[in-house]
């Protein structure tokens, strides 16, 4: 079957669409950094640009000057995770470790720059805090996002702190000389915990779940008030039920991986 001009055209765009979308998910660009990976000309670059911008699939942050992943491959994304097999053989690994330290248990993973929560095992508690479900939290301030931060080569740190926008949530928010020191512990400890550096009174801890070739694809991480969970008491969940509970999962993410 012969194509077109106009279909060869289309077709053309369509790859350097998903070529874009593609060098987005990996981090940020300026326009300049993707007409060099691309080599293409700038205006047509900027023609396809403004069309993904105008249908939500990147944003650009004009501050930077940086072009970022849109709101829409979140949604792609998620309608993605509904029918992915992993989200429901992981749920009675969830569903166990929320029965043993009544918290709200989720499994995450990575997006771009982002931490995104897949699947929970929320507990019917008192006090509650809000549900982190279908969220995204950035890397440097989350107990997921730094054992993904943790296990970044040199040069993948070095393009993330050099890109990324630095916000300080909280008082407790960790600035970027701090959090280097914390991931090599977290990388050898094999776990990490989160104090109040994203929402103020809410703590979290979080383990690294690997694939078949040793990259981390997912974490499992408790998301608790800070009041009912001290330090110490995350440190107990990691060691008792967390990292029990992801060596049964390491078997489920074989399959699915």
Do not use: C
Request: proline share 3%; no cysteine; hydrophobic share 35%.
């Amino acid at each position: 079957m012969e194509h077109s001009h106009k279909d060869i055209y289309v077709i053309q765009n369509v790859h350097l669409a998903l070529d874009i979308l593609f060098l987005l998910e990996k981090k940020p660009h300026t326009i300049e950094k993707l007409q060099e990976e691309l080599r293409i000309s700038k205006p047509k670059l900027q023609k396809l640009l403004n069309f993904l911008h105008e249908k939500e699939w990147i944003s650009y942050d004009e501050e930077n000057n940086l072009y970022r992943l849109g709101i829409k491959n979140f949604e792609l994304g998620m309608a993605y995770l509904n029918h992915l097999d992993i989200k429901k053989v992981s749920k009675p690994i969830l569903d166990e470790i929320a029965r043993k330290v009544r918290e709200n248990v989720y499994l995450t993973t990575r997006v771009a720059y982002e931490v995104l929560y897949i699947e929970r095992s929320e507990v019917d508690r008192n006090v509650k805090i809000l549900s982190r479900y279908g969220r995204v939290l950035p890397l440097y301030a989350s107990a997921s996002g730094k054992i993904y931060l943790a296990h970044f080569d040199k040069r993948e740190l070095e393009d993330y702190f050099r890109t990324i926008k630095w916000i300080k949530h909280t008082p407790n928010t960790k600035f970027p000389h701090e959090l280097m020191d914390e991931l090599e512990k977290i990388k050898k400890e094999g776990y990490a915990t989160n104090l109040e550096e994203y929402e103020e009174e809410v703590v979290s801890s979080a383990v690294p779940v690997h694939d078949y070739a040793g990259n981390v694809k997912y974490t499992i991480t408790v998301v608790a008030p800070s009041y009912r969970m001290k330090k110490e008491d995350l440190l107990k969940i990691l060691a008792v039920n967390m990292k029990n509970s992801t060596l049964n999962f390491l078997k489920v993410v074989e399959k699915y991986t």
